[in-house]
C-alpha cells in the first residue's frame, strides 16, 4: 500500500530561510500529500513570506500560528496532531531535503510495517548541488534503544514517523526534545532503520554550531534533563540512569574539548592568511 506523507516544519523568525525549505519539498521526485508550517510566534516577515508561497504551492500548504513561542517540539506536536499523511517528515526552516529523500525513505516503511521510525545520513557545512541516488543501492541497518543510549543517531530533519503512534516530543524540553523522542520511539516500538546516506543538508553541526545546539552547557542540561523525564516515564530503569549520566557528562566534556580545539584550529588559520 502506498503511504501518503505529511511534511512538518516548524519555524521561528525564519523569513529568509523558509522558502528554500519549502523548494525542497515541493522538488521531491516523490510529493507529500500536505506541508503543514508551525510558525512558533515570529516576529519577522515569516508569516507573510509562507502565506506568499502557499498560493503558488503546488502542493496544499497549512500555516499554524502559534501565539507564545512554546520551542520547536511544542511546535512540531501541533503539526503532528494535525496531519493526515499516514507517515509524517520532519523538516527544520533552514534545512534542505535531498530531491529523492521521500522516494528513497518511505518505501522502507512501506515495507515494512513494524518500523515506526527511519532516518538517514546528512550533511553539513557549504551546500553543494544534490548528486542522484540509486535506491537500490542504499544500505539500511537498524539502531536500538541501547544504540541511542550511547549517543543520538540522527538529526530530526532526516526523521519519518508513523502518524498513529502515541509518542510525542516533550514540550517540556527546549533542547534534547529530539533525543528524548527517539530514546521513547525505539525502547516502545523497536528499532529504527537507517540508512547510510545523506537525503538532507543541515544548517548547524550536531554540536557547536549555530542556534539552540551551539550553546553546549545547555544542550549537556537538556540532556541530563531528558533522561530524567525517560526514567519518570518508565522508559529507561532506575538502576540505569547514574551510568547513562555519567556517560552524558562525559560526552560534554569530549565536545568542550573538540570545540575549543576546533576553534583553536580556525583562528591558527586566520591568522596564518
Known sequence: ???SVSVVIPVHNGAEVILNAIDSVTQQTRLPLEIIIVDDASTDATVKTVEQAAARSVIPIQLMRVAVNGGPGNARNIGWNHAKGDLVAFL???DLWHPQKLEVQVPIMEANPGVAISA?????GAHTAPKPIHSTQVVWRQFGFSDFLVRNRCATPSVIVRRNIVQRFSPKLFRAEDYYLWLMLTRAHGPLSYADVALVH?????YGGAGLSGDLVKMYRGE???MRHLTKDGYLPRALLPIVLTWSTLKFLVRLIDHHMLNNRVQTVSESR
Do not use: E
Not at 120 to 124: F, K, N, S
Not at 202 to 206: F, G, K, L, T
Open 120 to 124: 538517514h545520513d546528512r550533511t553539513v
Open 1 to 3: 500500500m502506498k503511504a
Open 92 to 94: 527544520d526552516a533552514d
Open 224 to 226: 541530563i534533563l531528558a
Open 202 to 206: 543541515c544548517a548547524n553541526r550536531s
